[in-house]
């Protein structure tokens, strides 16, 4: 499966598998270790975990037994959204790399620009001691590619301005309806790759009555014509599974959407209302 390989440029000239397999709350031990296990052998070469989700340990167990080439694999972690300091930032990436145990990391993320128990908290200046510390850590080689999540217009720009090395990707909540069009753009704009995380709204998206009419026309799931329109739209879709069949099912994705629908797509409004969404973004 082709959608599986075919990648993305990062700033840098790394390139990112274009589809990577979502582990936001699949918990650690045997549930994540056979969720990456049976996708990898599915073969996605591009796994999403993060220090927070308490799993890493567990994706990294399933990369080092997979027997595939550590460089096919392209994994991505990210720093604590509560972590707001330089030597908190590098502490942090150590205990990660003791986790993984898989070397070295493709991309590592700052999280979010705020501690998760207090979005919207103003910690421009944390954020910017905490670039300071994810330049180093992409000078020592042990993260291919930095980056940022969850990260707002402002955000960005704080960063931007005292930047040595741009963030090369944003990881933003993203799906049919919730695009985020001014962040994805400011980030587009300076040669940030867009990652979509939760792109089918946690599955909350899935009944929505146009997105379904749609994917009858194309004779595809609801799911499928969801990751599609992200790739459509130039951005990283995260999808995340632990079902077999799902995790087949989310990599069935060698079709296109015509101008016309993607155009229809790109104007619905929020196609899960219910869902949560970080009050800072729109």
């Known amino acids: 499966m082709s959608v599986l390989t075919d990648t993305f440029n990062l700033a840098n000239g790394t390139q990112i598998p274009q589809v990577g397999f979502g582990t936001w709350q699949i918990p650690g031990g045997d549930t994540a270790y056979n969720a990456v296990a049976n996708a990898l052998k599915t073969g996605y070469r591009h796994i999403d975990t993060a220090k927070a989700y308490a799993n ?8 080092r037994d997979s027997g595939i ?9 990210k720093l604590p959204a509560e972590v707001k300091t330089y030597q908190g930032a590098l502490d942090a990436f150590a205990t ?10 493709d991309l590592y993320l700052v999280h979010a620009p705020w501690p998760w128990a207090e979005i919207g908290k103003d910690c421009d200046q944390g954020n910017r001691d905490v670039w300071r510390a994810m330049e180093k850590i992409y000078a020592s080689g042990k993260a291919k590619a ?9 955000d960005l720009q704080n960063v931007l301005n005292h930047a040595e090395v741009t963030p090369m990707v944003d990881q933003i909540q993203y799906y049919v309806g919730f695009t985020e069009p001014k ?33 009858n026309k194309y004779h595809v799931s609801p799911a499928q014509l969801a990751l599609r329109f992200v790739l459509e739209n130039g951005v990283l879709p995260l999808p995340k599974a632990t079902s077999q069949a799902h995790i087949e099912a989310n990599a069935q994705l060698d079709f296109s959407i015509n101008a016309a629908d993607m155009a229809k797509l790109n104007a619905l409004a929020d196609t899960a209302t219910d869902h949560g969404h970080n009050a800072t973004q729109g």
């Open 56 to 63: 890493e340990s567990s994706v990294g167990k399933a990369i």
């Open 69 to 77: 080439d550590r460089k096919e694999i392209f994994v991505t972690t």
């Open 96 to 105: 990660t790399m003791k986790n993984l145990d898989v070397g070295y990391v």
């Open 146 to 154: 930095i980056g940022v999540s969850n990260f707002d217009v402002h």
């Open 183 to 215: 962040i994805t753009k400011f980030a587009q704009d300076h040669n940030m790759l867009v990652e979509a995380y939760s792109p089918l709204a946690t599955g909350d998206m899935l009944e929505n009555a146009d997105v379904k009419e749609m994917a």
